[in-house]
């Protein structure tokens, strides 16, 4: 399976704005900030790629789609189940 992106990759050091009290909150709860952003980041852009995937893909699921419709899938014969 691809990697969403190179974990080995330097740290950049960043600059963001949020909620003060969101902020202070998750500061009381030890929360990594770091970590929870790359996270949430890794989460989005490997939804944005899956995305990205199942449109560029479309025509042939549709297209294995119909084919399995009208001929059944590969190996039904052998199956046992």
């Known amino acids: 399976m691809q990697e969403i992106f190179d974990h080995s990759a330097p740290k950049k050091p960043t600059n963001l704005s949020i909620n003060s009290d969101l902020l202070s909150k998750s500061r009381e709860m030890n929360v990594n900030l770091s970590a929870t952003l790359e996270n949430a ?16 893909n479309k025509p042939a699921i ?20």
């Open 41 to 56: 980041l890794a989460t989005l852009v490997a939804k944005a790629n899956s995305d990205k995937w199942a449109s560029e």
């Open 62 to 81: 549709r297209a294995y789609n119909e084919f399995v419709a009208e001929n059944g899938c590969f190996g039904d014969e052998y199956r046992s189940f």
